[in-house]
């Protein structure tokens, strides 16, 4: 899943660059200008849910990832 600056699909998604390194281990490209993905099977603890219209996101600790978007769902 994409990490943004916010929740929801309006907010820019983050480069690797701008996230810590424990997250930058987690994502599909380590390279600093690629946008910052989520790698399958990641355990990550949401520190904030929030709901946006019909879709549901998680604060983690390196920005906003979507956990159901537009009735499909990103995470168990």
């Known amino acids: ?7 929801g699909t309006n907010y820019r998604q983050k480069k690797v660059s701008e ?3 424990a997250g930058q281990r987690r994502c599909t490209s380590r390279n ?8 399958k099977g990641i355990d990550t603890k949401p520190l904030e849910l929030k709901i946006v219209g019909n879709d549901i996101w998680a604060r983690i600790q390196n ?3 979507c956990l159901k978007y537009n009735g499909n769902y990103y995470a168990k």
Do not use: C, F, M, P
């Not at 600093?32 to 790698?39: E, F, I, K, S, W």
């Open 1 to 7: 899943v994409k990490i943004r600056t916010g929740a």
């Open 19 to 21: 996230i810590n390194a």
């Open 32 to 39: 600093r200008n690629d946008y910052a993905v989520l790698r």
């Open 63 to 65: 920005g906003w990832i």
